[in-house]
């Protein structure tokens, strides 16, 4: 006889899957003690701050991240010891591989969902950069391919500043050159004292005879000043715009750098808007930086406005953020441009003056004992805050910011008398 077919209850049994038995593999709890414990070296002050700067503008770093530190290493010895307890925790959230990989790729893809949403909405926002105001200078400038922007030759113009909204005169030769009066010639032989820098040498915001510039100008037996300040540059500009016009005067006897804290921050970006977000900008500016032989190379040339082309608001948030929160700028690029302009000065036999002011008081960031910031440089260094009289820090232009008549008035007469003291052949002091 046939035997019967099989029935469910006579049927060979399958086999189950094995089940693991054991203790979960200790490779999870070690992976991630390990990685706690790489970023807590990563971190470590003495090797980070070989990387980056640990000056932020929010202070300090080096206190929080050695407590950041300790707290790395604690939570790693602690994962050590209990890697039964974290073993069995990852296995349960992930049970197999495949679920890990899908957990990665769903995890990948929310962010970059996230991250397109959030561009589409700073585009609708305009963020972060709003474009609501136009600098006075750039009511006043146009586009300039080397500079970024420089003034509009031969123009009268009356612009209003501070809270009363004075009326001020500006004038402008031939080179875009502020002066007192369109009648105004510079003779390309007389004896010139050269003036660069920002609104500080440009004076912002006061009638010309109430500038250092003007002041100077109209002291009995003075050089013949010409003012190359433009509202809004930084040590690079100065320096490539005192090079265009450096060679129009045979007789230059100094040249007088106004130079602000604030110049370092605007050495270190092309585009304005990083510091000023509220900014209708021409274009962006020239940017420089050091090599590692100390030498200065161009890395980017002016770019008008119109061409600037489609850019992340994303990532110009975060580089605004790092503008404003992040790692202080090094003064090593600020102190490579002033070394170039200083070269490029004394091979015209002249000497270079650097015009230290700080009214803002913004060198605190980087010399918290009130050092000059070219200490060491052997150049010379006039510093209108040291000593200043009483309430200097508010000789300001009521609502604007920007220095007043006063202060102008002050700064003259220092830099009259270096000037007194270059003629006389007195060697630098070594920057104080």
């Known amino acids: 006889m046939e035997d019967p077919p099989p029935t469910p209850e006579t049927a060979a049994p399958t086999?189950?899957?094995?089940?693991?038995?054991?203790?979960?593999?200790?490779?999870?709890?070690?992976?991630?003690?390990?990685a706690l414990a790489v970023l807590a070296v990563a971190t470590f002050p003495p090797v980070s701050g070989a990387l980056i700067s640990l000056d932020w503008q929010m202070g300090d770093l080096r206190p929080t991240l050695y407590g950041l530190d300790a707290i790395l290493l604690v939570a790693a010895a602690v994962i050590v010891a209990l890697r039964t307890r974290v073993n069995a925790r990852f296995h349960a959230a992930f049970p197999t591989?495949?679920?890990?990989?899908?957990?990665?790729?769903?995890?990948?893809?929310?962010?970059?969902?996230?991250?397109?949403?959030?561009?589409?909405?700073?585009?609708?926002?305009?963020?972060?950069?709003?474009?609501?105001?136009?600098?006075?200078?750039?009511?006043?400038?146009?586009?300039?391919?080397?500079?970024?922007?420089?003034?509009?030759?031969?123009?009268?113009?009356?612009?209003?500043?501070?809270?009363?909204?004075?009326?001020?005169?500006?004038?402008?030769?031939?080179?875009?050159?502020?002066?007192?009066?369109?009648?105004?010639?510079?003779?390309?032989?007389?004896?010139?004292?050269?003036?660069?820098?920002?609104?500080?040498?440009?004076?912002?915001?006061?009638?010309?005879?109430?500038?250092?510039?003007?002041?100077?100008?109209?002291?009995?037996?003075?050089?013949?000043?010409?003012?190359?300040?433009?509202?809004?540059?930084?040590?690079?500009?100065?320096?490539?715009?005192?090079?265009?016009h450096l060679a129009r005067f045979s007789d230059v006897r100094a040249v007088i750098y106004t130079f602000i804290p604030r110049h370092i921050y605007r050495n270190e970006y092309a585009d304005r808007r990083l510091l000023q977000r509220e900014s209708r900008i021409i274009g962006t500016k020239p940017l420089f930086a050091v090599d590692d032989a100390g030498a200065l190379r161009q890395l980017a040339r002016p770019i008008r406005r119109e061409e600037l082309?489609?850019?992340?608001?994303?990532?110009?948030?975060?580089?605004?953020?790092?503008?404003?929160?992040?790692?202080?700028?090094?003064?090593?690029?600020?102190?490579?441009?002033?070394?170039?302009?200083?070269?490029?000065?004394?091979?015209?036999?002249?000497?270079?003056?650097?015009?230290?002011?700080?009214?803002?008081q913004e060198a605190r960031q980087w010399s918290r004992d009130g050092r000059s910031l070219f200490e060491g440089t052997g150049l010379a260094v006039v510093r209108p805050d040291v000593d200043a009289p009483p309430g200097w820090e508010t000789w300001m232009i009521p609502g604007d910011g920007h220095p007043d008549a006063r202060a102008h008035a002050r700064v003259a007469e220092l830099l009259a008398e270096e000037l007194r003291r270059l003629a006389g052949a007195t060697p630098p002091d070594g920057g104080d």
């Open 309 to 360: 082309g489609a850019y992340s608001r994303v990532v110009a948030s975060i580089r605004v953020a790092l503008c404003q929160r992040g790692p202080l700028p090094s003064l090593a690029l600020t102190h490579a441009l002033v070394a170039e302009m200083r070269v490029a000065v004394e091979a015209r036999g002249a000497a270079l003056v650097v015009n230290e002011w700080d009214q803002w």
């Open 97 to 244: 591989r495949k679920l890990v990989v899908f957990k990665a790729i769903s995890i990948s893809m929310s962010v970059v969902i996230a991250l397109v949403l959030a561009e589409v909405l700073f585009r609708i926002i305009s963020f972060p950069f709003n474009e609501a105001q136009t600098p006075s200078e750039h009511a006043l400038a146009q586009f300039d391919g080397e500079l970024g922007w420089s003034y509009l030759p031969g123009r009268s113009v009356v612009q209003e500043f501070g809270e009363g909204g004075l009326e001020v005169p500006m004038h402008f030769d031939a080179h875009g050159v502020r002066v007192g009066s369109l009648a105004t010639r510079h003779d390309p032989d007389a004896p010139s004292v050269i003036l660069v820098g920002g609104s500080f040498t440009f004076g912002h915001g006061l009638a010309w005879e109430e500038t250092f510039a003007g002041r100077l100008e109209a002291r009995a037996g003075s050089p013949q000043v010409v003012n190359l300040g433009v509202q809004g540059y930084a040590t690079d500009q100065s320096l490539l715009r005192l090079k265009r």
């Open 15 to 34: 086999e189950e899957p094995a089940v693991p038995t054991g203790p979960p593999s200790p490779r999870p709890a070690f992976v991630i003690a390990a």
